[in-house]
């Protein structure tokens, strides 16, 4: 086989397509407003804005920072202002049902005109009943109305104490009522003298004062018939004075409105319950007379609010249709909310504390929603469908609401709206929803996926470096130069790693162009240099890389066994990832395997102690079946062998550590020692093929971290899978160490060249006769398993010749 040479230093960083930065300094670049290689997504977006049909609301997919809420704002923003305002939103009294508010809907602008002509004609009927109920007229014609009353009681009275004069009676009024008895001297007669009266004189005036009792009593029963008549005639004399004024008053606010068909209904109802309900004004200038009273009994003031107009949504400023975002979706903040007050132990409400949701503002236009937010608010995902689906929107309390306490709530009347819903996640929850919500595709019918990363090309770079402009003009920060620009395009290519494209993810971009910013001001630069954008990178390695450098401290101080020169037998250097958020590490380990004689038993010391994944396992699982379809195609696979993770004591899961696994086991099953000065990553398949992983570029520059701070000797390297060779965007010290000469990436795409690199011997083919050359690693292997499978059968014959003999 042919030797395996070490990659070129091109060939570990990919460099800035050739007249893709054809500028001094960002200043020359036009501005770029939106986001780059999202076409896909934005076709999706474009396809749910221009069907405006039930269910056609939008999702958009994507990892945080690939600007999904920035394109969906703009677009929304821009298209909104084409579109016609939506109208006004007012509340009003129903007087018809109490406990349910009436919605009203004007034409945009319109409610802030309504809501303050009502109020000017409330307060000017309050002071206009005002004078006139005080009115010298008005007290005149009640005063008629009062004395007429008086009069008919004093003539009945009087004709009362004539019959009783006639029969020698006289009459008294009383505080307790009236008093009558035979006449003496101008006063009743006192009992003992009526006492000694002849019997017929006696008779005579107890039949006379049974007439004059009974006439008492029928005078009695009058008096309460006669002033309900007269509360009526008061009553009616206020009715018919406040009708004069509430129509003089509400005349030409009718006329103003009487093209609005739900305004004109409810103004109609204005006016009869004004004129029903007139003491309402009359108690409001007795409790603004009067000291203050407790809020349940004061009820003037409070009272008055029925004629209030509650303005939830008011259009009369806005330019197009409206665009909301709701960051805070809880049930009320999206539906609305009823407010109440206490009074006495008890929470009542009324019409104007009826508070507007996301859903009102937005109806007529926009509403931008985070998924993962709406879902962890209670009831509110299934309030959102619900309006959603019914196209309405109600104001219902939920249970969770409920408390001891006595509460008097509403049920406003449900609106009608008209919103297009833009719900913004990742596409793992989006996929969750599909799967867990049967009616969520119903009401999202939209995907717009974004893509998480972009093809490098030059007008892809050339965009990049105008966005880069963009940012730098509109926060004000220094130009880039085309250096800066290049290390920015390279630092994106990393994120991804893929050397053929582009992170989509902005936002690490751009707090990279603030801290190197920083930098260029730093040292009194007019312009970001490829110094800055690095001092920045090396900055943000520095504050986050302290888990690292610990390790690396037990590593050197012989705490963490790890090798990087010599040989041993059965034992590898492989390479893990620790990800800490934005910081991420490579960090080099040791791993270890035995083989003895056996019954083709391979066991995973991870997997026994519950130290790994199922994925993990797998690998371990591919790697026996390489071992026996390998090297046992004839006889049976001798083997009992190990392999372990040393000091390794959290969860080890993933399959890209088996290719060091197995070269390990082959190692240990040949007794062929290992070169310790190489780390390898990769896994393989059941036919010996190197297969891609991830973190390529971590690990690389873990272990070389680890060689340079012992020294590098020009030996040490890492053998990774061929697959990989596109994903490499290593650091510049990596890239200098291999131009040197002192440190090498190697890339094998089967584990044959792996195997001469670690063991220094020919990997080896199989002859004509089946078998391997013994003086190759394949045939060291094959005969240590077949060595393996003679000593057992021996020892199985030893032990049946016992066993006879026994």
């Not at 409610?111 to 010298?136: A, N, P």
């Not at 509360?231 to 129509?247: A, C, F, I, M």
Request: hydrophobic share 40%.
């Amino acid at each position: 086989m042919a030797r395996v040479s070490p990659l070129a230093p091109p060939q570990l960083r990919a460099a800035c397509p050739d007249g893709a930065l054809d500028f001094e300094t960002t200043d020359e670049l036009e501005d770029l407003i939106g986001v780059i290689g999202q076409d896909r997504a934005l076709e999706a977006f474009d396809v749910g804005l221009g069907i405006r049909r039930e269910g056609y609301n939008i999702v958009i997919v994507g990892s945080q920072g690939v600007g999904k809420h920035t394109v969906a704002r703009a677009a929304l923003t821009a298209r909104a202002a084409k579109e016609p305002c939506p109208p006004d939103l007012c509340y009003v009294f129903n007087f018809a049902e109490p406990h349910r508010p009436l919605a009203v809907t004007l034409p945009a602008g319109k409610g802030g005109r309504f809501r303050s002509e009502m109020e000017k004609v409330v307060e000017d009927l309050r002071m206009i009943l005002q004078v006139v109920f005080t009115s010298d007229r008005y007290s005149q014609r009640v005063r008629r109305i009062v004395e007429a009353m008086e009069k008919v009681q004093e003539q009945s009275l009087d004709a009362i104490k004539k019959v009783a004069a006639d029969n020698g009676l006289a009459v008294e009024d009383s505080e307790d009522g009236f008093a009558y008895g035979p006449e003496q001297d101008g006063a009743i007669m006192p009992p003992e003298d009526f006492d000694k009266l002849e019997e017929a004189q006696r008779e005579k005036y107890d039949s006379a004062m049974a007439d004059v009792e009974d006439r008492l009593q029928a005078l009695t029963a009058a008096v309460p018939r006669w002033r309900k008549e007269t509360r009526d005639r008061l009553k009616s004399l206020e009715q018919e004075v406040t009708r004069e004024e509430v129509g003089r008053l509400l005349g030409p606010l009718k006329d103003r409105w009487k093209d609005v068909e739900p305004v004109a209904a409810w103004l109609d109802a204005l006016s009869v319950d004004i004129v029903k309900e007139v003491h309402l004004f009359r108690d409001h200038e007795e409790s603004e007379e009067g000291p203050p009273g407790p809020p349940m009994l004061n009820h003037g003031a409070a009272s008055l609010k029925r004629y209030a107009v509650n303005l939830l949504v008011d259009s009369g400023r806005c330019e197009g249709a409206p665009v909301v975002y709701e960051d805070n979706p809880v049930l009320t903040n999206l539906v609305g909310r009823i407010e109440h007050v206490s009074e006495y132990g008890a929470l009542v409400t009324d019409h104007t504390l009826i508070k507007p949701g996301a859903l009102h503002h937005a109806s007529g236009g926009y509403l931008i929603l985070d998924a993962h937010r709406v879902l962890g608010e209670p009831f509110a995902w299934t309030a959102l469908k619900r309006a959603l689906r019914a196209r309405l929107l109600r104001m219902d309390a939920p249970s969770h609401e409920a408390t001891l306490q006595t509460t008097v709530s509403l049920a406003p009347e449900p609106v009608p709206i008209d919103v297009k819903v833009v719900l913004l996640g990742s596409t793992d929850l989006y996929y969750q929803l599909c799967a867990a919500d049967s009616e969520f595709e119903r009401h999202f019918k939209i995907l717009a996926a974004f893509e998480e990363k972009i093809p490098w090309s030059a007008d892809h770079t050339r965009l990049l470096a105008r966005l880069i402009g963009t940012k730098a003009r509109k926060e004000g920060l220094k130009p880039f130069t085309r250096a800066a620009v290049a290390e920015m395009v390279g630092v994106s290519s990393r994120e991804v790693e893929d050397a053929e494209y582009l992170s989509a993810n902005l936002s690490r971009l751009f707090n990279l162009m603030d801290e190197a910013d920083y930098w260029a001001e730093r040292r009194g630069a007019a312009v970001v240099d490829k110094g800055d954008v690095t001092a920045a990178i090396q900055a943000f390695e520095r504050r986050s890389s302290q888990p690292r450098d610990e390790l690396h401290r037990q590593i050197e101080r012989g705490t963490f066994m790890v090798a990087t020169e010599g040989q041993a037998v059965g034992q590898i250097n492989g390479l893990a990832v620790i990800d800490l958020g934005s910081y991420e590490f490579g960090r080099p380990t040791r791993i270890t395997a035995t083989a003895r004689m056996g019954t083709g038993e391979v066991v995973d010391i991870e997997r026994e102690s519950e130290l790994s994944g199922s994925i993990h396992s797998k690998g371990v699982l591919i790697l026996h079946a390489f071992l026996g379809s390998r090297y046992a195609t004839d006889v049976p696979l001798s083997l009992s062998a190990s392999l372990v993770f040393e000091q390794s004591y959290g969860f080890v899961e993933g399959d890209s550590a088996s290719l060091a696994e197995l070269c390990a086991l082959l190692s240990a099953t040949a007794a062929l020692p290992i070169r310790q000065s190489l780390a390898v990553t990769g896994s393989i398949n059941q036919h010996g093929h190197v297969q891609a992983i991830g973190g390529v570029n971590a690990k690389i520059e873990g272990f070389f971290d680890l060689c340079r701070s012992r020294g590098l000797t020009g030996d040490q390297g890492v053998i990774i899978p061929a697959a990989n060779a596109k994903n490499l965007m290593l650091r510049a010290d990596v890239i200098e160490a291999a131009a040197s000469g002192v440190f090498h990436v190697y890339a094998v795409d089967t584990v044959e060249p792996a195997l001469e690199l670690l063991m220094g011997l020919p990997a080896g083919l199989r002859g004509e006769d089946g078998h391997y050359p013994v003086d190759t690693v394949n045939g060291r292997v094959e005969t240590a398993l077949r060595e393996f499978y003679k000593r057992r059968r021996v020892l199985a014959a030893e032990l049946r010749g016992e066993g006879e003999d026994a």
